[in-house]
């Protein structure tokens, strides 16, 4: 079946840098794409989404960048504070569910 | 609070008990689902209600499973006979357009032991 999937299980950023988070997809017909973020012991917050009619999509210190010709979204967090520590999953939406990625940890360094 | 709230935050049960979870999406929002997730995984669907009606359901899960939104408002997701395999974090989580902006609840993180 048609997954979406995460480079790097692991990112170590410093304090004050900013952070990406890479997210490949499969599904070349998928219009929709949503970044999550998920502290311990918490549900997923929702952070971002971004239609496959754009390819750059703006909020709060975040930025998602779509490249449909390679099928890849990215999650870009500016100036990274301890409290973005949490794992990050990327979400694609299918006809009445989002398939998931397995998620980026996303440490910061003092 | 406004935002999708679970209940229990927690439940320890013995295997082969039979639990329920309890789930209050947004108010305004018609459509709600269940999602389950373990350590280091993504969530994975249950099921999915439109108002009072459940339209989609995993094949996941299995007969022992049962969810119901009676009123279009609030939904349980009951489990029979429960089995070591079933515990995990289950999520609910609530939208106001199918599929699209889901608002997760802080989850019912089930042991059975």
């Known amino acids: 079946g048609e997954s979406v999937g995460l480079h790097l299980p692991t990112l170590s950023v410093q304090e004050g840098d900013n952070s990406i988070i890479n997210c490949a997809y499969s599904?070349?017909?998928?219009?929709?794409f949503i970044w999550y973020k998920q502290e311990s012991g918490k549900g997923p917050q929702f952070i971002i989404d971004?239609?496959?009619n754009m390819d750059k999509r703006q909020g709060q210190r975040v930025t998602v960048l779509l490249n449909k010709t390679v099928k890849h979204l990215s999650l870009q967090i500016a100036a990274t504070q301890p409290g973005d520590s949490a794992v990050y999953f990327c979400?694609?939406?299918?006809?009445?569910?989002?398939?998931w990625g397995a998620g980026t940890k996303l440490i910061i360094k003092p | 609070d406004t935002g999708v709230s679970q209940d229990p935050r927690h439940k320890i049960t013995k295997r082969g008990q039979n639990v329920t979870f309890r789930c209050d999406p947004i108010?305004?929002?018609?459509?709600l689902y269940w999602y389950r997730q373990t350590l280091g995984q993504g969530p994975e669907f249950l099921t999915y209600?439109?108002?009072?009606?459940?339209?989609?359901k995993s094949r996941l899960l299995s007969d022992r499973f049962s969810a119901e939104r009676p009123k279009g408002s609030f939904s349980t997701l009951e489990i029979q006979r429960t089995e070591q395999g079933d515990s995990a974090m289950y999520l609910c989580?609530?939208?106001?357009?199918?599929?699209?902006?889901?608002?997760f609840g802080s989850g019912t993180q089930l042991s059975v032991l």
């Open positions: 989580a609530s939208s106001l357009l199918p599929n699209e902006k889901l608002f």
């Open positions: 108010s305004e929002h018609n459509r």
């Open positions: 209600f439109q108002n009072e009606a459940q339209l989609e």
């Open positions: 599904n070349s017909a998928s219009d929709y």
């Open positions: 971004i239609r496959s």
């Open positions: 979400a694609e939406a299918g006809d009445y569910q989002l398939i």
